[in-house]
């Protein structure tokens, strides 16, 4: 099982990246997804995650409108492309999947990447 993050960078305020997760060694369609963070000092935070097959999302409330998940089953691949990015994103971005219900509480996944950094500065 594998779950490879990519994506991240230095960005400036205001900007945007998409981040990219690809996902191998399970079905992934029977899985839900999630996005993660991290920051320095602080618990990882669900930010948003999306059901296997149905198409339902949630979001952080920091992130409403500004972030937008995404996947493609037939590529096993989860996207989450940010936008009007703000320092306070700043953190480690990590994909998980799980087969319980979809939720953006970490205990409940199963399989986790390797996280990939997003910096937000000027």
């Known amino acids: 099982v594998q779950l490879q993050a990519s994506g991240g960078g230095l960005v400036q305020p205001g900007g945007s990246l998409r981040l990219s997760c690809v996902a191998s060694g399970f079905n992934f369609d029977q899985y839900a997804v999630g996005w993660f963070r991290q920051a320095p000092g602080k618990d990882r935070e669900g930010i948003s995650c999306m059901s296997n097959r149905e198409g339902v999302t949630y979001y952080r409330d920091s992130v409403k409108g500004r972030f937008t998940i995404s996947r493609d089953n037939a590529k096993n691949t989860v996207y989450l492309q940010m936008n009007r990015l703000e320092p306070e994103d700043t953190a480690v971005y990590y994909c998980?999947?799980?087969?319980?219900?979809?939720?953006?509480?970490?205990?409940?996944?199963?399989?986790w990447g390797q996280g990939t950094q997003v910096t937000v500065s000027s």
């Open positions: 998980a999947a799980t087969r319980l219900v979809i939720s953006l509480e970490p205990t409940m996944y199963d399989y």
